[in-house]
């Protein structure tokens, strides 16, 4: 009998979901970064929001999450509340063109943060939240503060926001810069909570160091290549889809496609058994 395991996991399927993740596109903020990393202090670039160039970012992945069948799989799109991650998430997820006059109210309005696009629909796509937790390295750089809710609001008023408990951005600190560790705690939390959610396909719309520094604390104990398709930095609207597996009983979530067996109810002796009862009494 072959006993190996090596290399493999098996995990019942509903203790497991399908977590389609996603940086956000090029933001002005990455452009003058790269230039100067002092422009990550400017305020000239509070909450930045996409280039054109990250707009046809958006664009591209939108033809593939349409190509690859994604977009019919996906149950719930949650994105950070930052201007360039809900762009990146309407844009790459979000319904068809939106027509003035009908009475279901945008994913995100014409122009938005002076973007110079088109409304988003909110038809025909999966529901959008706005969660903190997936949010960016919290603090010092002005281009990670979230602006009000109120005013988030105007600008995708499809976007449920209520999680966001605060209407100015309270998790954000001038002069302290979270941690690595308190990023990476932040990343487990989330994750955590996301066991209290019913769905099991979610697209996910963050950030650079929220990504890496959550994800670093998996596949320690997978081949190198493996690991480093979890724990490498994401390049601007790159997309990775990833499987995580309660191993904990963190869900009470119970099997939808198991069956019980024994419908109507008679003997189940396993035929290996009844081989070894035969060999007794011909013995």
């Not at 939108?62 to 719930?76: F, M, N, Q």
């Not at 409304?119 to 009000?148: I, M, W, Y």
Request: net charge negative.
């Amino acid at each position: 009998m072959a006993t190996t395991t090596a290399g493999q996991g098996l995990y019942p399927q509903h203790r497991c979901k399908t977590l389609h993740l996603v940086r956000h596109a090029q933001g002005f903020h990455n452009v003058a970064g790269e230039k100067d990393i002092k422009e990550y202090l400017s305020y000239d670039y509070l909450d930045a929001s996409l280039t054109p160039l990250g707009w046809e970012q958006v664009d591209n992945l939108r033809k593939h999450v349409h190509a690859s069948g994604l977009s019919k799989k996906i149950e719930l799109v949650i994105t950070s509340p930052l201007t360039r991650t809900m762009q990146t998430a309407v844009g790459a997820f979000g319904g068809d063109g939106y027509t003035d006059g009908i009475d279901v109210a945008p994913l995100m309005v014409a122009n938005a943060a002076n973007s110079g696009r088109p409304a988003v629909s909110s038809l025909n796509c999966p529901p959008f939240l706005a969660f903190e937790l997936c949010r960016e390295h919290l603090g010092v750089h002005p281009c990670d503060k979230r602006r009000s809710k109120r005013e988030y609001l105007s600008l995708f008023p499809a976007i449920d926001f209520s999680l966001i408990e605060s209407d100015e951005d309270t998790w954000w600190k001038e002069d302290v810069r979270e941690t690595n560790e308190e990023v990476a705690a932040r990343g487990m939390q989330f994750l955590k909570w996301l066991w209290t959610r019913k769905e099991k396909e979610i697209a996910i719309v963050s950030h650079s160091g929220f990504l890496f520094h959550t994800l670093s604390a998996f596949g320690k104990d997978c081949h190198q290549s493996v690991k480093d398709e979890i724990c490498t930095h994401f390049a601007n609207c790159e997309l990775r889809s990833m499987v995580l597996v309660d191993r904990g009983m963190i869900s009470s979530d119970s099997p939808a496609t198991d069956f019980p067996g024994k419908v109507p109810n008679g003997p189940d002796l396993p035929s290996e058994i009844a081989d070894e009862k035969h060999a007794e009494k011909t013995t």
